[in-house]
């Protein structure tokens, strides 16, 4: 698979709720971030409140974030920043702490619903060996405030970790993916917490376009594509997900679900990467997370698009133009967040 390069922030949507069938989940750049100029944090806000985005990811907390969020409904999931996972993980008391400053002091009026320790670390950065420790501790002080319920604890992986993904039924984890992984999806079996993934199937477009059609990366194909056991597979996101489940059967994991983290597909940038492109893509991914996928079908799929905003202090290219709207808070082409028309 391709590995995307690396990224500060983003945005994202998710899966069926209580509330509306298709609950969006955005991650969005911070207003005082070095890659985007956007509104203030309350007026981010209220765009996703008038678009009935009830969840968010943030890649670090930020006062001034968390107070726009007070009293909104909107659930978070908040990224730990990388270079904390040293102390957390070698001191309970540091996690305490960062549990205590960026959890606790804004709890139960900002709705926590998960950290992500690590976003595509696994396997080669250095802070990979980091994350189970830290993993533990940050439970354990969740655990000591009584949140242990509510705020789940787990990290990101992009699909760099296959180390051979077809067909679907063969995904298996490379080697040193899977030797951080094995005891990271053990204790996240045991604490009920899901696996997070970051899925493009853009990247495998572009980085493969002989094998990978265009029709199978947006949804659009006509038919099966890929026929895998008993399974047939019209596009690529259900076969790339599906993949991940695989190989976390291989390693014992196969109940644990997995949450896409972060996927979408960018406005510009190059020949695939344009608004008509970009809109299909979102829209039909939209439709596809209710349905589950063919290896795990009738579980809807939490699933956050990445971006809410182009980021426009990012070099010229694809990766700034990933955004449904861009700083200025107009929409870079129109979407439909309710699957109940769709």
Known sequence: MIRRCRRCRHLHISEASRTLLFPQVVKWASATGCWATISPPAEVVALFQQHNITRMRIYFPTTEILEALRGSNIELTLDVPREDL?????????????????????WPNVLFRRLVVGNELIPSVAEAQFILPAMKNLHNALSSAGLENHIKVSTAVDTGVLGQSYPPSAGKFTAAAGDLLGPIVEFLSSTGAPLLANVYTYFAYVGNPADVSLDY???TAGGAVVSDERNSYQNLFHAVLDSVYAALEKIGAGGLEVVVSESGWPSAGSAAATVG???TYNQNLIRHTREGTPR????????YIFAMFNENKKAPGTEENFGLFYP?????????FQTQSI
């Open 86 to 106: 040293r102390l957390l993980a070698s001191d309970a008391a540091t996690a305490g702490d960062w549990i205590g400053r960026n959890v606790r002091a804004h």
């Open 296 to 303: 795990k079908p009738g579980r809807p799929i939490e699933t």
């Open 217 to 219: 990366a947006l949804f």
């Open 277 to 279: 492109n970009a809109r």
């Open 328 to 336: 200025n808070k107009q929409p870079v082409y129109p979407i439909n």
